[in-house]
Structure formats: structure tokens, C-alpha cells
């Protein structure tokens, strides 16, 4: 149960995050979360988004660099240590953690952490061994974040 | 195909012969008809006589651009300005531009040289070249027009810029030869993909790129884009325009149209001639022009020449692609790099476009050198160690190939400045 997420190279110029965000919002498309990772020279934002076709192809349209590639939401309790037990199946699973983001749902219950691990099947099937609830797609479409 | 088979596969002896006595001609021409040179050549005291062998031109003075901007606007024309029916002069991005005067004869024979350029790439009456030089005082235009014109085939003088509508008259006209500059014919390539048109299946077989200088890897791009055989044209306005050189089907040097052109090779440093297959500065002298000849012009382009019978059939001279411009030589912390060292390493990167910018800062008493390229889908990845490594990549290959450190800025699509003419690849803010 991968969900596909969308990257975004961004200059180091004014105004660009917002340029892209704009595009997106122009096109009604729908940020379910949102990172970005910060060198002194570019940055990448990384998007879990309603559409990821559409939103590839306005944003190219306006010559951004585009890429689309996978990666895991689990849901984990919006209390101390929600997180770090699923972090704890994947190192003692050996999977490699590249970078993780995540959100809070309306109803604040639950948070939603999107998780890049270098071998995405891995990371599934560790965190699946590990009984913890990966969410679908669909799940992540139905999370309302207005 | 040989545009002037008397010309181009003349004998060795016969070309010698040939070129005295034109070399013998102008000098007098020049001695007589321009106080410049006039005042040279009485000040080293020699006298148009004094040519006696074709060596006998190491006793003649050289001419550089400074003399040639010194003279602005008509100082060094041999001819009453009502004799002259034509001018060009360079940009003039350095300074004053230089003017070049060309007669009715000139111009008779610009289109006889560019005729023979446009035949090494196969156009013949039935041809459609399109002219995507930029018609005005540059000379890419009216150089390739005339050409174009003496072969008879049909030119369509579209001149540099608006590329959605070249597009549509490449395929429209069915246009067969393209002549533009090789960073425009890339251009043109990537917005044809990025529009969806299929270059395969457009008639285009060739084009005639020069004017900026090139590397085979940018040949390697243009012939598989562009589905057509590229070709390098050499010229500069000073000594006639596009016309000078040409490269033939064999794609290993351009013969020189050394019976109107006499090139020679020196040390830059010491000023000396150095032999046959040595790189140097090319010096060139015009044989047959009338308007303005220039006697020992220093081109600062850096080449070397070749002799022997082509296996294309010529026998004139060949030089090499030219590597180097001492203009745009750039010494970076006391090392000497040439901007296309630096494309070079760039176009061996999959998926790079080559696109990019130098730019030589010193921001503590050091030259700093920065590149600025596109980036590109294959470059791209969601991972920062990624793109890490890919600039890394690059910054090593571009180290292995010039010797110097660099810092690889990747920066957006389409950021980059678009030439339509001569792009700008070098932006120097040091106060040197
Ligand atoms: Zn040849």
C-alpha cells in the first residue's frame, strides 16, 4: 500500500514555493501535506496532492521539474510516543529512513506521517510485520484538511 | 558534390603559385590605396616589392582588431566609398564595432565562397535553406543569402528569432537546409520536441552552424534531434563573414578557402609562425578583396592547420574545429579555460540540456568559478543526497576537464537566457 507523492525542485529564488503552490490552487488541486527540504542552493517540496496527473502537468507546463515516486502514510495516536514506535519497527527491521513529514487530521485524533524509506517495499512489508496500519489512498483522499 | 572543382582540388604547385601573385597584388593594393597600412609598411620599411616568395609575408606587419576599431568607420577601405555597396561590422560588444566594405566584386565573391560552403552540405538548386542567421549588420545572414542565391536554390531569409513560426515554415515549406547558429539549432530542436513535432519526419537533411563556437558533442545532439547532418561554417566579419572555412562530409577539419584566404598559424605569446600541424593563433590575409583587404589579421581563434589531398576530393587546406577564442578565454586563477572545456564535460551527462551559464566571481582575491545548468528530469530526484551526488558528478567531470574546482548551481528550467544569436555563456564580474 504505497501513496504516491510529487516533488517539486525549487531555485533559490524569491517566490517560487509560491508560484507553485499558486499553480496548484488555480487548479482547485488539493495539498493533503506538504514538506520541504532546505539546502543553501535549491530546495525540494514534496507534496501528497488530490490529483497527481494534473498536478504534474500544470507545473511542467510552467517548466518546473517534476517527479512523481512512492512512499508510506500511516496513521499513528496523536500522543508522546505515537511516532517513534513506528520508527523503532523500521530500524530494528534494518530499513533505511530517507526523510518523513506529518500532519494532523481535522478531527486532531490521529496524525498522519508520510514516511520515504530508501527501500519502499521493505518499509511496507516491515511496518506491516510490525502491525502497524498503513493507509490507503483512498483513506488519505477522504481526510479533509479545510 | 564541389562547388569549384578548379579551385577547391587545385594542385599544390599551382595554388602556390596562385596565391604570390594575388599576395603580391594586395600587398600593393594595400600599400597604395590605405594610409594605414602605408605608414606600417614604410615605418618597418618595406616595400610591396619586397614579396617575393610566399614566406616573404612574415616581413609584413600584423593587423588586429584595435587597428581595425581605430580606423572606424571607413579608415581602412582601399576603395572610394562610392565603389562600396555594402558594409558590416562585428557587434561591437567590446567597443567600437569594425566595419567591413564590400564592392560589387566582394560581394561576387562572398557568394562564390558561401557557394561552395553550402555544397560541402550537400544544397543544390532544388534546395530550400532556410536562413535562420540573423539578416542586418551581422554578416550570418547576407553571407548565407548569397551563397544560397549563386547555387540557385531557394532561400528563405527568416532570420534569427521567433521559433514557434520557423517551426511551422520548416514544415509548411518543406524546408531542406537549415543555417543558424548551433546553441539557436538546439533551441529550435527543444522547443520542436517540446511542441510535439517530429523532426524525423521533417525533410530537413542538413545544416550550416557557425558563428559561436562548438563542440562535437553539440554535433552529436544536433544530428540525432534535428535528424540531419551538421556542419561548422567559419568566418569572421573582418576578413568577409561566414565563408572563410567550411567543414566537408568527411566532418575532420574545414578546408580553408585558402585562394582567396591566406591563413597562417602563430605563437600568440612570441608572435612567431609556427609549422604545419601545431595549434596557434590563425592569422588570415584576404587575397582578392577589394573594398577592404586586411593584411596578417589576428583571428585570437586558436586551430591548427592540415595539409593533404581530403578524402572528399579537395586539396585545400584543412584547419581543426576551433577550440578556443582568446575573447572568451578566460584565465581563472592562472589557469587558462575555455568555456567549451566546460560544455564539453556537460553534454557527456545524460539527460543535461545544454543549457548553462559560466559565471567568474572573486569575491576574496580568488576567482571563483560557478556553472549554472538546467535542471532536468533526469536529474531531478525527491531525495537532497541524490541531487547531491548528481551535482558532485558534474563538478568532477567538469575538474577532470579543466583542471579547476568548480560549484554546480542547478537552477530551473527555462532560467537560463535563450540566445538567438551568440549566447552569453561566460558573465565575468570580476573589476579585471
Ligand atoms: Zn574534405
Avoid at chain 2, 50 to 57: R, V, Y
Wanted: hydrophobic letters at 35%; one cysteine or more.
Amino acid at each position: 500500500m504505497k501513496l504516491k507523492q510529487i516533488s517539486v525542485f525549487l531555485e533559490n529564488r524569491k517566490g517560487r514555493l509560491w508560484k507553485a503552490l499558486n499553480i496548484l490552487s488555480n487548479a482547485n488541486i488539493n495539498i493533503r501535506a506538504l514538506s520541504i527540504a532546505d539546502t543553501s542552493e535549491f530546495g525540494i517540496l514534496r507534496m501528497i496532492v488530490s490529483d497527481n496527473e494534473l498536478a504534474k502537468q500544470i507545473l511542467e507546463e510552467s517548466n518546473f521539474v517534476v517527479k512523481v515516486n512512492e512512499v508510506i502514510a500511516v496513521g499513528v495516536s496523536d500522543n508522546p510516543g505515537g511516532l517513534e514506535g513506528v520508527l523503532e519497527i523500521l530500524n530494528k527491521m534494518d530499513v533505511n529512513v530517507e526523510y518523513i513529514y506529518a500532519f494532523v487530521e481535522k478531527n486532531g485524533e490521529k496524525a498522519v506521517v508520510v514516511i520515504r524509506t530508501e527501500d519502499i517495499d521493505a518499509g511496507v512489508n516491515a511496518l506491516k510485520d510490525g502491525g502497524i496500519t498503513i493507509l490507503s489512498e483512498e483513506e488519505i483522499k477522504n481526510i479533509k484538511n479545510n | 558534390m564541389i562547388w569549384n572543382e578548379k579551385a577547391e582540388c587545385m594542385s599544390e604547385d599551382d595554388l602556390k603559385e596562385l596565391q604570390l601573385q594575388r599576395l603580391q597584388a594586395v600587398v600593393k593594393r594595400a600599400y597604395e590605396k590605405v594610409p594605414y597600412y602605408h605608414k606600417r609598411f614604410t615605418d618597418l620599411k618595406i616595400e610591396p616589392e619586397d614579396i617575393e616568395t610566399l614566406e616573404d609575408i612574415e616581413k609584413l606587419p600584423f593587423t588586429s582588431k584595435t587597428d581595425l576599431r581605430d580606423a572606424y568607420p571607413f579608415g581602412m577601405f582601399a576603395v572610394d566609398i562610392e565603389d562600396i555597396v555594402e558594409v558590416h561590422t562585428t557587434s561591437g560588444t567590446t567597443g567600437k564595432p569594425t566595419v567591413s566594405g564590400y564592392t560589387e566584386a566582394d560581394l561576387d565573391l562572398w557568394g562564390e565562397v558561401m557557394a561552395r560552403a553550402l555544397t560541402m552540405t550537400g544544397v543544390k538548386k532544388n534546395d530550400k535553406v532556410q536562413n535562420s542567421y540573423g539578416y542586418g549588420l551581422f554578416t550570418g545572414g547576407m553571407g548565407v543569402h548569397y551563397g544560397g542565391q549563386k547555387i540557385g536554390a531557394t532561400v528563405i531569409p527568416i532570420s534569427a528569432g521567433n521559433t514557434t513560426r520557423q517551426l511551422e515554415i520548416m514544415q509548411d515549406f518543406e524546408t531542406t537546409v537549415l543555417t543558424c547558429t548551433p546553441s539557436y539549432g538546439l533551441y529550435l530542436a527543444e522547443v520542436a520536441e517540446k511542441e510535439g513535432i517530429d523532426t524525423s519526419k521533417l525533410k530537413l537533411k542538413a545544416g550550416c552552424f557557425g558563428a559561436e563556437m562548438w563542440t562535437e558533442e553539440m554535433r552529436d545532439k544536433l544530428e540525432e534531434r534535428l535528424n540531419i547532418s551538421a556542419q561548422n561554417v567559419y568566418g569572421l566579419t573582418e576578413v568577409i563573414g561566414p565563408g572563410v572555412a567550411m567543414e566537408c562530409p568527411e566532418k575532420n577539419g574545414l578546408h580553408i578557402f585558402e585562394d582567396h584566404f591566406y591563413p597562417e598559424i602563430i605563437n600568440p605569446k612570441t608572435l612567431k609562425p609556427l609549422p604545419e600541424g601545431e595549434t596557434g593563433e590563425l592569422v588570415l590575409t584576404t587575397l582578392t578583396r577589394e573594398g577592404m583587404p586586411v593584411i596578417r589579421f589576428r583571428t585570437k581563434d586558436i586551430t591548427a592547420l592540415r595539409r593533404g589531398v581530403c578524402e572528399c576530393g579537395r586539396t585545400q587546406v584543412k584547419m581543426d574545429r576551433i577550440t578556443g577564442r582568446s575573447d572568451d578565454m578566460l584565465k581563472v586563477r592562472g589557469v587558462i579555460v575555455f568555456p567549451s572545456q566546460i560544455e564539453k564535460a556537460l553534454l557527456k551527462i545524460e539527460g543535461l540540456e545544454p543549457q548553462y551559464q559560466i559565471i567568474v566571481t572573486r569575491p576574496q582575491h580568488l576567482d571563483e568559478l560557478e556553472v549554472q545548468v538546467e535542471t532536468s528530469p533526469a536529474l531531478f530526484s525527491d531525495e537532497v543526497k541524490h541531487i547531491e551526488e548528481v551535482k558532485k558528478d558534474i563538478e568532477n567531470r567538469i575538474h577532470s576537464e579543466i583542471g579547476l574546482r568548480v560549484t554546480i548551481s542547478l537552477v530551473e528550467p527555462q532560467s537560463l537566457p535563450r540566445s538567438e544569436g551568440k549566447a552569453v555563456r561566460v558573465v565575468d564580474k570580476r573589476n579585471i
